[in-house]
């Protein structure tokens, strides 16, 4: 059985996803602050985190930096916050998914059964994402096993979306992988690397969905 934690001050809201997760066989431990929130990831380890940021005490992008210090568990962010900079923020210090406030059962479902797929740091040579195979060895992509041509932009791309599907990839993150040390921006040369490799992607089952003002997100249908 998976272990979920919610931290978050309203109590209305904690019991709603708690009945949400109880129903799809979660257990579920709560904490109505940062520190006490902190307190119960280390003593119960949960699989998952749903993390406010509206704490009292500790807020909650503080809970996320202290957690990330020593967790590498999934942390999905549900907040009425809904300013770019403020997802932008928290994926970059370390969440994997944001949800703002209100939301629906089914997408909250979904997100947390996404990022709990995620897989830990890669030791193999190749990564599988549906149709798509990656092989990092020689720099090849197959799809439907058919050889995808890309260029080495393209691949260090998909290679970066890859390993992060289900999750969204800020645009930052992005450019510092691909194009490591670069003073320039190249955020206009990303976005037309991205239709690149949307085009050479196809429809068979892979897309690459943009967030606006954040980043992309691989998605596997």
């Known amino acids: 059985m998976s272990k979920a934690l919610i931290?978050?001050?309203?109590?209305?809201?904690?019991r709603l996803l708690r009945m949400v997760l109880e129903s799809r066989g979660y257990e579920v431990c709560e904490a109505d602050e940062g520190q006490r929130g902190l307190q119960e990831a280390a003593f119960?380890?949960?699989?998952?985190?749903?993390?406010?940021?509206?704490?009292?005490g500790i807020g909650g992008l503080d809970v996320l930096k202290r957690l990330r210090e020593w967790s590498d568990v999934p942390v999905l962010i549900l907040s009425v916050r809904d300013q770019e900079a403020t997802k932008v923020?928290?994926?970059?210090?370390?969440?994997?998914?944001?949800?703002?406030?209100?939301?629906?059962?089914a997408e909250l479902l979904a997100r947390l059964d996404v990022i709990q797929r995620r897989r830990g740091p890669r030791h193999t040579p190749e990564i599988i994402a549906g149709p798509l195979k990656?092989?990092?060895?020689?720099?090849?992509?197959?799809?439907d096993d058919e050889a995808l041509k890309l260029t080495p932009?393209?691949?260090?791309?998909?290679?970066?979306?890859?390993?992060?599907?289900?999750?969204?990839?800020t645009q930052n993150q992005i450019v510092k992988q691909v194009w490591p040390g670069q003073s320039s921006d190249p955020s206009e040369g990303l976005r037309v690397h991205i239709n690149?490799?949307?085009?050479?992607?196809?429809?068979r089952g892979i897309r690459i969905v943009n967030e606006p003002g954040i980043g992309y997100r691989l998605e596997v249908e």
């Open 7 to 14: 931290i978050d001050d309203e109590q209305q809201m904690r």
């Open 44 to 56: 119960h380890r949960p699989d998952v985190v749903l993390l406010d940021l509206g704490l009292p």
């Open 89 to 105: 923020q928290a994926l970059e210090i370390g969440a994997d998914d944001y949800v703002t406030k209100p939301f629906g059962s």
């Open 134 to 143: 990656v092989d990092l060895l020689h720099h090849e992509a197959q799809i």
């Open 153 to 169: 932009t393209e691949f260090a791309l998909l290679r970066v979306l890859t390993e992060h599907t289900g999750r969204i990839v």
């Open 196 to 203: 690149h490799l949307r085009k050479k992607l196809g429809d």
